[in-house]
């Protein structure tokens, strides 16, 4: 046996080498971000703003700053005003690279 194997002991296959955690391949971090849902509009694909808040090095102001991102909404569950978090993925598309995972906050519903 290896420095890097263990042998799994339960059973029918009992002695097979199993990798351990140290031993398996390690996944590149993949950022998340939360933004708002602004366009819903194109099949499996929504966009999503993410606002973000920086200090100017010279004014010592905060700015606020915008960024829009395309991203994979699978069974078109997401629309418009829905928070949303999104996670980096392989490119899907020419412009699309992330993936929304999961529904922070529902958009407010306004009767009129």
Do not use: C
């Not at 994979?72 to 949303?84: A, K, P, Q, T, Y």
């Not at 999104?86 to 598309?93: G, K, Y």
Request: cysteine-free; charged content about 35%.
């Amino acid at each position: 046996m290896t420095e890097g194997e263990k042998t799994n002991g339960a059973g029918a296959g009992e002695g097979a080498k199993v990798p351990s955690v140290a031993a398996r391949p390690r996944r590149a971090f993949r950022r998340k971000l939360v933004g708002v849902i602004t366009s819903d509009r194109m099949d499996k694909t929504v966009t999503v703003e993410v606002l973000r808040r920086y200090l100017h090095p010279k004014y010592k102001k905060y700015v606020r700053s915008r960024k829009r991102y395309k991203a994979h909404d699978e069974l078109n569950r997401f629309h418009i005003g829905d928070r949303v978090e999104i996670q980096e993925h392989r490119p899907l598309s020419k412009t699309k690279r992330w993936i929304v995972t999961r529904l922070v906050a529902a958009a407010a519903e306004t009767e009129g």
